[in-house]
């Protein structure tokens, strides 16, 4: 029940084309749903983060969907460019809950094609 | 420095020997996190302290791993008698509230065991 599953595990997308990345949980429980971006060497950085009270969240390209009922979120990054390429991690966690930690999805390899 | 501080970032050691890899988190943050990644994988939670409580320790993979956290200040991570198999990017994150918020990565310490 504390599972993230994301899909898919990678992704190669046209430079300007959208890029969609889809995670499902199980854990009603969960309240805060971020998203990592990871370049190679490098730490896992915050890039969006969104609450279940609202189904949309939008900074520059990048949008997170929420669907309450169907325990899923997605990223879209529009306009993708090579520069985008990185490894992407859903994530969910419990605030104030007695685990502390964040539960990360697998992760997927985008590669945005020039 | 102004985020999460890893050191080494680099440690090559011989199987059968202990290791110790340091995460200086941000200052202030009252949690911090240890993750592994093997290569081109997903991020498995290890432990996590917050402020003087005791740590979670349900992501420790054995006996061999163990972390210590002094106040809320420097970490220290501890594999003893390294097998193959630990080889992997080992990550440590701060955040400044319980959880539910945003946690800062350092840029990991990559263990090979030879």
């Known amino acids: 029940q504390q599972q993230v599953k994301q899909s898919p595990q990678s992704l190669i997308v046209q430079k300007g084309g959208i890029s969609i990345i889809n995670c499902a949980y199980e854990n009603t429980a969960f309240d805060y749903f971020p998203w990592y971006q990871q370049f190679p060497g490098k730490g896992p950085a915050l890039l969006i983060a969104?609450?279940?009270?609202?189904s949309e969240k939008k900074e520059g390209r990048f949008t997170i969907s929420f669907n309450k009922s169907a325990k899923q979120f997605s990223l879209h990054i529009m306009d993708s460019q090579p520069g985008d390429s990185a490894t992407y991690f859903c994530a969910a966690s419990i605030r104030g809950g007695s685990q502390g930690n964040l539960i990360f999805g697998k992760g997927t390899k985008l590669s945005v094609k020039p | 420095g102004a985020g999460v501080s890893q050191s080494p970032s680099n440690k090559v050691t011989e199987k059968g020997k202990d290791v110790e890899l340091r995460c200086d988190p941000i200052s202030g943050h009252t949690a911090l996190y240890w993750y592994r990644q093997r290569l081109g994988q997903g991020l498995e939670f290890l432990i996590y302290?917050?402020?003087?409580?005791?740590?979670?320790k349900s992501g420790l993979p054995s006996d061999r791993f163990s972390a210590e956290r002094t106040g809320e200040s420097v970490s220290t991570l501890t594999i003893q008698r390294t097998q193959q198999e630990d080889s992997a990017v080992y990550l440590c994150?701060?955040?400044?509230?319980?959880?539910?918020?945003?946690?800062?990565f350092g840029e990991g310490s990559w263990l090979t065991v030879v």
């Open positions: 302290f917050q402020g003087n409580s005791a740590p979670d």
């Open positions: 969104i609450r279940p009270d609202v």
């Open positions: 994150a701060s955040s400044p509230v319980f959880s539910g918020n945003t946690i800062y």
